[in-house]
């Protein structure tokens, strides 16, 4: 159950014993890989072969060199006690390499998600000998490298744009009874990372 190598294009994480309290001392570490073998090279870089047939009708071989698949990892519950226990999730497959980290997440806000830069990422979970909260709970997806991943649409609100590559912005607003919260656009960055959590509509 505590170390887990998972394969994409998509699955579900839980922490230990989820939906109910995981235990102390616990130490639990998940590599996702992702599935798309022709898009994936020794660094994480890649092409994809092609099969295909010439104007004089002659077989060919063809490497199309494009984006690899990473991982986004989008978080539905998140309940931990804060700066005790902590979920780190990191970049590629080296589970606690320090220069790989991505996110130190600790406490009970739910974490905006995340995308890796490898196709592969790594989560662990540690927690200290007392007290245990919920755990969590999140779902990985493969997406094409360059792209930061749909954030989704506030209820209550709509969006503006549709492109999740790097360098595109998104709009937000909210319905005429709702005012909005946080920031009204976000642009995704070369980290694969939205400059902002989406934000939230709130009543007025
Ligand atoms: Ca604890």
């Known amino acids: 159950m505590c170390d887990t190598f998972l394969r994409g294009p998509r699955g579900v994480i839980t922490s230990p014993n989820y939906p109910v309290q995981y235990d102390n001392n616990a130490y639990c570490q998940w590599v996702i890989t992702a599935l798309n073998p022709a898009k994936v090279g020794q660094d994480g870089a890649g092409g994809t072969l092609v099969l295909f047939r010439d104007i004089w009708c002659f077989w060919g071989l063809m490497i199309i060199w494009g984006p690899w698949q990473v991982i986004k990892l989008t978080f539905e519950e998140f309940e931990l006690e804060r700066g005790y226990d902590t979920l780190t999730v990191g970049d590629g497959g080296q589970v606690g390499d320090q220069k790989s980290v991505l996110y130190v997440l600790t406490g009970t806000t739910v974490p905006d998600l995340i995308v890796s830069t490898q196709h592969q990422m790594?989560?662990?979970?540690?927690?200290?000998?007392?007290?245990?909260?919920?755990?969590?709970?999140?779902?990985?997806?493969?997406?094409?490298?360059?792209?930061?991943?749909?954030?989704?649409?506030p209820a209550f609100g709509r969006r503006e744009g549709s492109s999740f590559g790097h360098g595109d912005t998104l709009r937000f607003h909210c319905q005429p009874a709702f005012e909005l919260k946080g920031q009204p656009s976000i642009t995704c960055q070369k980290s694969s990372q939205w400059s902002?959590?989406?934000?939230?509509?709130?009543?007025?």
Do not use: H, M, R
């Not at 662990?124 to 490298?145: C, H, M, P, R, W």
């Not at 902002?196 to 007025?204: D, G, L, N, Y």
């Open 122 to 153: 790594w989560l662990l979970f540690q927690t200290d000998s007392v007290s245990n909260l919920l755990g969590f709970k999140a779902s990985y997806e493969e997406i094409e490298q360059g792209s930061c991943g749909d954030p989704g649409v």
């Open 196 to 204: 902002a959590q989406k934000p939230v509509c709130v009543c007025k």
